[in-house]
């Protein structure tokens, strides 16, 4: 592939809900633009985007596609963002390197919620967009019905460029309204074809439409339009790029991937409307060494710096990382300055990925994308860029894990295997973690949903040969004690030579810190020596309470007597007359077990308000408040134990229609209520 300049390069992410045909329309641009000689099918696995056996195995995209093809002397990057949303990661980072971005909505379905997932995205970032409704080919469907479900979604800024030509049988072809050219499918591909007169009834009111917007777009053209006098086809396509460019149009195109209908007019939209890396604006960072604001244009002549959007792990391979350069050049064997880590970065191999191709290249301009291999330091999110001009960018948002379970080797000694393992993975993907809770002696993985997890277990097995157990995580309880108690601990063992013996009378009561040790020992029946031993032997017994062996919080303890012995007494026999009265205080203070509670903030539609209520309520929580959150949405903010949140991010996403989302964090442990604490009790002694 030959070397493009800035102004002929386009970056254009496909989003949309899951199965609406984004990778088949990929295929339908390789095919278009002669890459390939089929178009590949999802279900047949033999698509060029989804070439990961993952993807192959599920029918379904999982990871982003770089997708690099020439059209009209320009070069399109084409990114295919997976549509399932415990993926949405994919879809973050792509859009962050991207100029603009095609809504592919599928027209049997008409807007779906991963249609107004992909809007808010990108109205999120105001970037341009078009639309294109994919299977115009398939029975029933009707283009007028979904044309107004997506005025009344999404506004006026909705415009047909394109209407169907089809017939009871099926799509047979479309009218280009702006450029009033038709395409008619012959069977094997588009072809141009007249305008018949009785079309004109249909497109007319369209056009002019279209027209006043072009209108709108420049105040000579606005006089122009009012004299009557018709727009050139110059004049067209400037107003309504303007239009595209500040989202006020969004042009809703139609067609037909599997059968490549519709694909030669879209790839046409893309280089007419979407913007090049010079349209966009400059980019915003700071220099890393005194924090002052840097901005960089999106221009070969300013100094190097790139945005690293991607990392591949593969154990044979190693890593690739996919970036954009935002400024100046990238060359092989450059050296590079990576302020996140403050290391140099030697350039290596350097290529252009379709699918999994590779295409090597030598050099690469300000607003391209390329992949690197085997860089030592840098990862997703990070900047790189001329050492003798630091610029540091802002980090790519990622949603944080809303689903945690635990993984267990099936084979024994491979804990280090996996631990080696989900490291590498998490560089892959950075929406999903890896916690060791150190109470509970779990290793937790933590994600966006069913989906996500299995997909990270089933990666494990292929990429680094280990095979897992998922289980849920221990919920790490904590014991203290309600009333108060004053006991005895003694400790006498007499077994010839050397005895033992060691006295103290200590009072418990609850406290508000975590532990609270007190001493009121008057004329020495404990000596000064041991009551260091006799606070030690306390603090041991609090990480194991007697009702279930949770470790204990909020108690304070005073030694107020005792007693001892000059020979036998040593600070070891203290110690355990502490642990006795430490046991025998606990039972009789009135133990109990807490539980921790999560802050939880819930971003709903309003429509489903009552039913979220409702189903906080039946997981013991609390509503603290409502407040609009934008957009018709709701926040609603409560309180609910850990143990019946673990599977709220499925639930959730099942209530809502995936319209919902939650962050969740641990704020403090309450008590357990008196009628559930001794099944907890019961089955934890049980797995014991």
Known sequence: MKAYVSDKIRNVALVGHGGCGKTILTEAMLYTTKVTNRIGKTEDGNTVSDFDKQEIDRNLSINTSLIPIEWNKDKYNILDTPGYFDFVGEVNSALRISGGAIIVVDATSGVEVGTEKAWEYTSKRKMPKLIFLNKMDKENVNYDKTINQLREKFGKAIAPFAIPLGTDRGLRGLVNVVDLVAREYNGKECVDAPIKEEWMERIQPIRDMLMESVAESDEVLMEKYFEGEPFTPEEIHVGLRKGVLDGSIVPVLVGSAVNNIGIHTLMNMIDTYMPTPKDLKPYHGINPNDQSEVIRHINTSEPFSALVFKTIVDPYVGKISLMKVISGELKGDMEVYNPEKDEIEKIGSMFLLRGKSQIQVDRVVAGDIVAVAKLQYAQTGDTLC?????????????????????????????????????????????????????????????????????????????????????????????????????????????????????????????????????????????????????????????????????????????????????????????????????????????????????????????????????????????????????????????????????????????????????????IRYDEVPAHLSPKIVEGVKAKK
């Open 386 to 666: 001329d050492k003798n001009n630091p610029v540091q960018y802002g980090k790519i948002q990622f949603p944080q894990p809303t689903l945690f379970m635990a993984v267990e080797p099936k084979a024994k000694g491979d804990e280090e295997k996996i631990g080696t393992g989900l490291n590498r993975l998490t560089e892959e993907d950075p929406t999903f973690v890896v916690e060791r809770n150190k109470e509970t002696k779990q290793t937790l993985i933590g994600g966006q949903g069913d989906m996500h997890i299995d997909v990270i277990t089933s990666k494990l097995k292929n990429k680094f040969g280990v095979d897992v157990t998922l289980v849920d995580q221990i919920i790490p309880y904590r014991e203290t004690i309600k009333g108060k108690a004053d006991v005895q601990g003694k400790h006498k063992k007499q077994s010839g030579g050397h005895g033992q013996y060691g006295d103290v009378k200590i009072r418990f009561e609850p406290a508000q810190e975590e532990f609270i040790f007190e001493e009121e020992i008057f004329g020495g029946s404990v000596p000064k020596n041991y009551i260091p031993a006799v606070e030690k032997g306390l603090r041991e017994c609090l990480e194991c309470g007697v009702l279930a062996g949770f470790p204990v919080v909020n108690m304070k303890a005073i030694l107020y007597d005792g007693s001892y012995h000059d020979v036998d007494s040593s600070e070891m026999a203290f110690k355990i007359a502490a642990s006795l009265a430490f046991k025998k205080g606990m039972e009789e203070a009135s133990p109990i077990l807490l539980e921790p509670i999560m802050h939880v903030e819930i971003i709903i539609p309003e429509d489903y308000m009552g039913d979220i209520m409702g189903d906080m309520n039946k997981r013991r929580g609390r509503i603290l408040g409502m407040e609009p959150a934008g957009d018709g949405s709701q926040k609603v903010v409560a309180e609910a134990p850990q143990a019946e949140l673990f599977k709220y991010a499925t639930d959730l996403r099942s209530m809502t229609q995936a319209r919902g989302s939650f962050t969740m964090e641990f």
